[in-house]
């Protein structure tokens, strides 16, 4: 969050990779069951369909405001004149070191629940206030396990080994985690930066280090080099106004042409020795948005429109999320007016391969890789996640997700999705945080929209992605905007787990529908991992059986790839497979036999399938049927 499905494909124009997007049309929610849901903080209504609700889980006391448990109500919109001159009181005061007097609603967040991360059969939920950490060993009884006080929002949490770590932003954040807040506009108590925790016991986690930074955290990334295996990295991502001098050493709030040394257009690498994490601190301040020709720091979107009937797009200062895939050593930032595509290959030192622009995009918030990652999905979060950015009247491409092919590591257009039933006026919504869903063949991903609820959605095809699943509730208020909704929603080990802002954690299930079969559903139980860091992408793999076999041939069948009688053939096979290996048969002879034939005949058709995906299902289907065969050697 920053404070302050009808899809469209259109052409990508070459300079910068800058795209054009037009007004979505026709958006109807007549026979959408989320349209007109009963508002409530409890029973609000709801609708979903292809997901079904295990568990809802209240935050616990301590974490919400008694006499407001929803919230408190969002100011008005400003007009955009105010805004602008609200902007420029607040650069004033940050040129000068001082503190901007607070606006009406500065304090609205000060108890919502923001990202989540994972660590075996634990879920940390962030808060503006602190984190909880709840026991998901039966994922739909989720049991709390411990809360943690530490104000200072947001509250992101990204755990590696027995460290935690959260990114500290607002300026009431105290470094003793006390509640007091810091009234001064200098002081050597206030704490804004990464936070980093010993979790090793998991019900009194212990603060063992705090990593100041200019800006604070408003996210942060965790970064892993198996050429340095005693360190941890982290990429702070600050949003925040630059404190002073006078509070933070070597802290410029200037321009770079006054002061090459800003802490503007930079990020904050952070090195973590494992065995000494009380030791961690910033080692290096990249310039990952120079100009490579001119060497000038400020060298990408300088902040405006892109002309008439565009998008007024943020100066790109500053990243807002990057997400590591370590694997391909590479990063995707959403960095305020850009999107950026960086080689990682040495964590400290990450270098920038391309940027893109889009005269769609306000503000540039979080990216995901597919899982092979030939494809990027960056969001934009026009309205800071605080306003309703669903409405029938706002257009399609605007705080919507644009997905780009990766090609010889550069970022090509290829389309657009947005939740496709409008929102209404009480409601906050604009696309924000996901992951993908572990269905081999497909590239599905979960997603929060705030009030807009969830949505999972198939983007194998960039230029065309649908809606396959989804599930919403009503506004917390009928006649007014209270903050609230989906902060996160990820997959982890079978479940989709999300955040309420106002309401707590909620445990989903994919239910089996046209869109997605129950072998696909099942091949995605197969999918076990011991952590997940939402920025820190690790790649999914199958194991060789019988039902990731099925999961391939639905999907073929779905798409007309396969004939009728190939797919009896294999089914049978499988079949016979698993009799086999369940002891129920001992031809493993005929069936090996039988399994390999078939891997042959399908890898000869598999040039002549109708799509590249398929093309590539045939094949995985193939490998799939050999190392099945395999196996029962």
């Known amino acids: 969050m920053r404070f302050a499905a009808v899809v469209l494909s259109i052409a990508l124009v070459a300079v910068f990779g800058v795209i054009q997007g037009t007004a979505q049309e026709g958006r109807s929610a007549s026979n959408d069951p989320r349209f007109g849901l009963k508002a409530g903080l409890r029973d609000a209504g709801t609708a979903s369909r292809n997901l079904e609700l295990v568990a809802s889980i209240p935050k616990p006391a301590g974490f919400f405001e008694p006499k407001a448990p929803a919230g408190l109500p969002t100011p008005p919109e400003r007009a955009p004149g105010e805004e ?40 940390f939920v962030g808060n503006f206030h602190g984190f909880n950490v709840y026991d998901i060993d039966r994922a739909g009884k989720p049991r709390l396990l411990a809360s943690v ?13 027995n460290l935690l770590f959260m990114s500290v932003e607002q300026t009431r ?20 930066g990464v936070r980093i925790f010993d979790i090793s016991d998991i019900r009194t986690p212990k603060q063992v280090a705090a990593v100041q930074t200019c800006r604070g955290s408003h996210t942060h990334t965790l970064v892993t080099d198996q050429a340095d295996p005693l360190n941890v990295y982290v990429y702070g991502s600050g949003t925040g106004r630059v404190r002073s001098a006078n509070e933070l050493a070597d802290c410029s709030a200037s321009e770079p042409e006054k002061d090459p040394n800003t802490a503007l257009f930079s990020i904050d690498v952070i090195q973590v020795p494992l065995a000494s994490p009380e030791k961690a601190r910033i080692v290096s301040r990249p310039r990952i948005f120079a100009d490579p020709s001119t060497g000038a720091i400020a060298g990408l979107w300088k902040g405006g429109d892109h002309g008439p009937g565009t998008q007024r797009t943020r100066v790109t200062n ?105 929102q209404t006026e009480q409601e906050n919504c604009v696309a924000h945080n996901g992951s993908l ?78 869109h997605l079969s129950q072998d696909e559903i099942d091949a995605a139980l ?23 076999a099925r999961a391939y041939l639905d999907q073929l069948t779905r798409s007309g790839a396969i004939g009728s009688q190939r797919v009896a053939a294999v089914r049978g096979a499988l079949r016979r497979a698993d009799e086999l290996r369940a002891g129920r048969s001992r031809n493993a002879g005929g069936v090996r036999g039988e399994l390999d034939s078939l891997a042959t005949q399908i890898e000869g058709v598999e040039a002549t399938a109708p799509s590249r995906h398929d093309s590539s299902r045939l094949r995985a289907l193939a490998a799939t049927i050999r190392g099945i ?3 029962l050697r």
């Not at 000060?110 to 059969?121: E, I, P, Q, T, V």
């Open 84 to 123: 602008a001159a609200l902007d420029q009181a607040a650069r004033e005061h940050e040129l000068a070191g001082t503190s901007p007097p607070p606006q009406p609603g500065a304090d609205n967040l000060n108890f919502s629940n923001s990202d989540l991360a994972f660590r075996d059969s634990r879920v």
């Open 149 to 161: 006080v530490c104000p200072g929002g947001q509250g992101d949490i990204s755990v590696y080994g």
């Open 173 to 192: 954040g105290r470094i003793d985690c006390g509640t007091g807040g810091v009234a001064e506009p200098v002081s050597s108590v206030r704490f804004r």
């Open 318 to 422: 500053q990243c807002h999320d990057l997400t590591v895939f370590p694997e391909l050593k590479l990063a995707a930032g959403a960095c305020s007016g850009n999107g950026v595509l960086l080689d990682v290959s040495n964590p400290a030192n990450p270098v920038r391969l391309d940027q893109v622009e889009d005269t769609s995009f306000a503000y540039w918030h979080s990216a995901t890789f597919n899982n092979d990652g030939s494809k990027v999905v960056f969001t934009d979060e026009w309205g800071g996640g605080t306003r309703p950015r669903c409405r029938a009247s706002d257009p399609s491409t605007w705080g919507a997700n644009a997905i780009f092919d990766l090609v010889d590591r550069k970022l090509r257009f290829a389309g657009y999705y947005k939740l496709p039933v409008p």
């Open 437 to 514: 869903i572990p269905v081999p063949g497909r590239d599905i991903m979960v997603q929060a929209w705030y009030q807009g609820g969830l949505s999972v959605f198939d983007f194998t095809d960039a230029v065309k992605p649908v809606e396959i699943a989804f599930f919403d509730r009503g506004p917390l208020d009928a006649k007014q905007l209270i903050t609230g909704g989906y902060w996160s929603a990820y997959w982890y080990n079978g479940r989709i787990y999300a955040t309420e802002i106002a309401r707590g954690l909620d445990v989903f299930r994919l239910t089996p529908s046209e």
């Open 526 to 548: 197969l999918v076990h991992s011991s952590r997940f860091n939402a920025q820190q992408q690790e790649r999914f793999t199958w194991p060789a059986a019988s039902v990731v």
């Open 629 to 631: 065969s395999t196996a």
